[in-house]
């Protein structure tokens, strides 16, 4: 029988990447993947080819291109890409396009890689964190949280899955421990005496395969996925293991966080205080135990540490 197609975008991506490796490592799979990217000469495109998935061509600003990549595709992965433009309407605009492409072209199962509205726990006029952009309290959060409601009014077939902080953003977000001015390493954060969901990006898509597998159970829920929840002091320790150094948790409130000044920092320092003060209800919707049995290979902070802390840059 023909293998169902499941299209991916952010192919070459971490989560995209991650789903597309975990469908072609397994060669017993019902699936195959459609890896879609910009740049289908890329060397990353050429290492899903040689892995056994189909690449094809597509652009989220090219509505056309992305009805064509999934033509005659079972399912569908759809994510956007907030930090490379920083548009929270963009994002919208994507979703809005991904979910009428996903019911005109009869997608059976389409994951949507969600976050929080996070305006449902903080209203916006609520003044413990400033309002950003006159109608947003997290602007990556909010839009896609506000775009669940493409998926639902089209009555796609959705799972919707919440990815938490990815560990990876301490190698390439520049979120790793830094060296003050004493030469002494701390990890700043701040998120309190919280416990945060983290995860390795990888898992992500393991997970989402995992979801694929289990339509029955997944189709039209809200899914959180993470390695292990972790406190900033947690963090740090694992860290000071793992680097052969003392790390500290420089523990700073959010309005700190905020003013840092680096692009996306006011958001950024959103975020942390949702983990923060919201701690109990998003580490409730990004439980270990079902990610684990979504994704069996999951890893914890420790596992993680052991694969990638030498490409953590610390000098
Ligand atoms: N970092 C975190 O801790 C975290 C946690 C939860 C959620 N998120 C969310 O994750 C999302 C990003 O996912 P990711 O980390 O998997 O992305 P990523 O690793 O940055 O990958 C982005 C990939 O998407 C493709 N892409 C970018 N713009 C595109 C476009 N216009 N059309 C088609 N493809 C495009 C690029 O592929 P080509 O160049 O090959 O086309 C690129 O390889 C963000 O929205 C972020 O908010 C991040």
Avoid at 45 to 64: F, H, I, P, T, W
Avoid at 111 to 116: D, F, G, P, Y
Avoid at 275 to 301: G, I, M, Q, W
């Amino acid at each position: 029988m023909a293998k169902k197609i499941i299209t991916v975008f952010g192919a070459t991506g971490a989560q995209g990447g991650g789903l597309v490796r975990a469908i072609c490592a397994d060669k017993n799979s019902e699936f195959t993947a459609r890896a879609v990217t910009r740049e289908p000469e890329s060397d990353k495109a050429k290492a899903l080819a040689a892995l056994g998935a189909e690449v094809v061509y597509g652009d989220l600003s090219n509505d056309e291109s992305v009805h064509k990549a999934l033509k005659g595709a079972y399912g569908a992965f759809f994510v956007t890409f907030f930090w490379a433009h920083f548009s929270p309407e963009q994002e919208m605009a994507e979703a809005k396009v991904f979910a009428k492409a996903a019911k005109e072209e009869g997608i059976k199962h389409a994951i949507w890689s969600t976050l929080e509205d996070t305006r449902e726990l903080v209203p916006l006029h609520d003044d413990r964190m400033p309002t950003l952009r006159d109608i947003y309290k997290v602007p990556h959060f909010d839009a896609k949280g506000e775009s669940n409601k493409f998926f639902s009014d089209a009555d796609v077939p959705t799972t919707y899955l919440h990815a938490s902080f990815y560990w990876d953003n301490f190698i390439y977000f520049g979120a790793g421990p830094k060296r003050g001015a004493d030469g002494k390493l701390a990890l700043t954060l701040p998120i309190g005496d919280a416990k945060m969901a983290g995860i390795w990006s990888e898992d992500i898509g393991k997970c989402a395969y995992g979801i694929f597998k289990n339509p029955k159970e997944y189709i039209n829920e809200y899914v959180g996925v993470a390695g292990e929840h972790l406190t900033g002091y947690e963090m740090a320790e694992g860290l000071s293991k793992a680097l052969g150094e003392p790390v500290s948790y420089n523990k700073v409130p959010a309005s700190v966080y905020r003013s840092f000044g680096f692009p996306g920092a006011d958001d950024l320092g959103n975020m942390f205080q949702i983990y923060d003060e919201f701690e109990e209800k998003v580490n409730a919707l990004r439980d270990v135990k079902t990610s684990k049995e979504l994704n069996p290979e999951l890893k914890n902070f420790d596992q993680w540490l052991a694969a990638n802390a030498k490409k953590i840059p610390v000098e």
